[in-house]
């Protein structure tokens, strides 16, 4: 972005009634065109939000740091350079270089990263923090030339790792990653000595705009991608099944298509992160079934479900997978070599992520893998990630045997020894902020939360957050439900309210709501309900329970509540985190 496109941005109106995203920039140096990109790239990546950067004093990073921990900030972003680890390492500070200091630098550098990284972990502990650690090349200031890395120079940068590596691990803090920001803004590129010594400012304006933006992608994120559906022929492996036979495909180096090989391990390594992987192709299944079968494949094809193998159209198979997943087709990534392929299916679904594999230009796979990474990449996974497509398996289990029973519902769901483990909690619960931002089916009103605003509705007087874990016969499905709400003299006050599609069909939003009114001794439960073009179960469920919802505040009253819920037989545990 320039200068001149950022500023145009800016200028732009935003909607009176739009909410604000307060955001505290603190850095060491003058933020001169940081906080102009900054805050374009937010009006961009969040055209509907207001957004207000403060900023700090001169020279103190620290004291910022400190300052916006304090402050009303919804989100922090750190900005650390060489400068900030020992002034020493700046333009702006003469006497530092001599040889006899470098082991002294090394050593408060040592401190001051320890201080820093005190400061970030303590000010992440109450609001979402972005962090960038120095992207500036260090100062000509070694013994050694240019060409060779010292013990001082490697010293450093090894103490800078260390502190990424911690931060890293922080639930609440995203690291800003090197190796995107090298992509984006040359090495060479970066520093602007004149301004730096004129002004404070060291970045050139190339910099300043690459490093804004990933700043911003790291503070407004978007919810990961749920699925990926793939082709197989010419895809997960190389050949055409149907016409070389099983024993004739192939994925090995010494047959030329080793890209496939990497493509099935990297599908393995999204599954394991809890990624949906189906597949989609034209051919006759037992021919399939005999690649599958191989000793040497690499991805095994339990990892694939539902795998749609016949003579209709992709679409029809992505049709089918979709319901069996239960997510919509913009949570979905379509992989096919043939570009007609992927054309037909975005042609029934505009809304999925089409991508071409590309397997006779290693490049431009790789470059795929990374996109495909930013489509689905999370901070952390859980065990909910592990379990999720063994659920969909068992969800599909129990819903065919809850369609063939031949007793009542009743009798079906305490035949499947169902247990709901209830846990409450007064504290940031990553899993339950998945939840909200992800699920779209039962959700009260399809609300998204930042970091900022979960923690912000946390802090609330009465503040609760409930969660719903749930197994049966059939296997467990993790935490499944979440509630975010607040308490007071015998009213429940639900503000987000959601639960997986994987949990339908089980009565699981019964036991939620008998739940609350037995925790809090409750009269009435009043939940802040929206419609929404998604979620019909959520309006079926309420429909169920109260004549004609409407949107808005609704209150459920206990005796209403009893008298139209069903019975409720799964057995409950409840655990307390406070």
């Known amino acids: 972005m320039k200068l001149v496109e950022a500023l145009e941005i800016l200028n732009r109106p935003v909607p009176e009634d739009s909410r604000t995203l307060n955001v505290a920039l603190a850095c060491g140096f003058t933020p001169l065109h940081l906080e102009t990109f900054l805050a374009a790239e937010l009006r961009e990546a969040a055209p509907t939000k207001r957004s207000t950067i403060t900023t700090g004093r001169f020279d103190d990073l620290v004291g910022n740091i400190e300052r916006a921990r304090e402050g009303d900030a919804d989100v922090v972003l750190v900005v650390v350079e060489w400068p900030d680890v020992d002034a020493r390492l700046g333009l702006r500070r003469l006497g530092g270089w001599s040889i006899e200091n470098l082991a002294d630098v090394v050593e408060s550098a040592g401190k001051s990263l320890a201080r820093l990284s005190s400061e970030v972990a303590e000010t992440a502990d109450l609001k979402p923090l972005v962090c960038s650690l120095p992207t500036l090349p260090l100062p000509p200031a070694f013994v050694q030339s240019t060409y060779e890395a010292g013990m001082h120079e490697l010293g450093l940068r090894a103490l800078v790792t260390a502190v990424a590596r911690d931060l890293a691990g922080h639930p609440r803090i995203r690291v800003v990653g090197a190796q995107r920001l090298d992509a984006a803004s040359p090495a060479d590129g970066r520093h602007d000595p004149k301004s730096e010594i004129a002004t404070g400012f060291p970045y050139t304006r190339d910099h300043a705009s690459a490093l804004a933006a990933m700043l911003v992608r790291l503070v407004v994120a978007q919810p990961p991608k749920k699925g990926l559906i793939t082709d197989l022929d ?12 099983a024993e004739n495909v192939s994925w090995s180096d010494e047959s030329g ?26 051919n006759e299944p037992s021919v399939v079934d005999e690649v599958f079968a191989r000793a040497d494949i690499l991805l095994d094809q339990e990892v694939i479900f539902p795998l749609e193998v016949h003579w209709e159209a992709k679409s029809a198979s992505v049709a089918r997978i979709l319901d069996v997943w239960n997510v919509a087709a913009d949570s979905v990534v379509f992989v096919d ?3 007609m392929e992927v054309a037909q299916v975005q042609s029934v679904f505009p809304e999925i992520e089409g991508v071409v594999f590309t397997g006779g230009d290693p490049r431009a796979l790789l470059d795929s893998f990374g996109r495909l990474r930013d489509l689905f990449g999370k901070h952390a996974t859980n065990e909910e990630d592990a379990l999720r497509a063994r659920s969909i398996r068992t969800s599909v289990g129990f819903r065919r045997s ?14 499947v020894l169902g247990e709901i483990e209830f846990s409450w909690r007064g504290e940031y619960d990553a899993r339950a902020l998945e939840l909200i931002n992800k699920t779209n089916q039962f959700n009260l009103n399809g609300r998204r939360l930042d970091d900022g605003a979960f923690v912000k ?3 609330e007087p009465g503040a609760f957050l409930m ?3 749930y197994k049966d016969k059939f296997g467990p499905l993790g935490r499944t439900a979440a509630v975010l709400g607040r308490a007071a003299d015998g009213v ?4 987000h309210w959601v639960m997986s599609c994987r949990a339908f069909s089980r009565r699981i939003e019964h036991h939620c709501l008998s739940a609350l009114f037995d925790r809090f001794d409750a009269s009435s439960v009043v939940v802040a309900y929206a419609p929404t073009n998604r979620n019909r179960p959520l309006q079926d469920f309420l429909a169920a329970i109260r004549d004609d919802p409407a949107e808005g505040e609704i209150a459920i009253a206990r005796d209403a509540f009893a008298g139209r819920t069903p019975e409720l037989v799964h057995a409950v545990v409840e655990v307390n985190h406070d």
Request: hydrophobic share 45%.
């Open 234 to 245: 010419d895809t997960l492996w190389q050949g055409i099944v149907g016409e070389v036979g």
């Open 492 to 495: 429940v006050h639900v503000d």
């Open 337 to 339: 070599d043939n570009p």
């Open 467 to 469: 969660t719903a874990a």
């Open 457 to 459: 509705a946390l802090g």
């Open 402 to 415: 809850a369609e063939a029973r031949g007793h009542s519902m009743n009798d079906f769901l305490r035949d």
């Open 257 to 282: 298509a080793h890209v496939h090989a990497l493509y099935q391990q990297f599908l393995g390594s999204l599954a394991s992160a809890g990624v949906l992987i189906g597949g989609a192709s034209k």
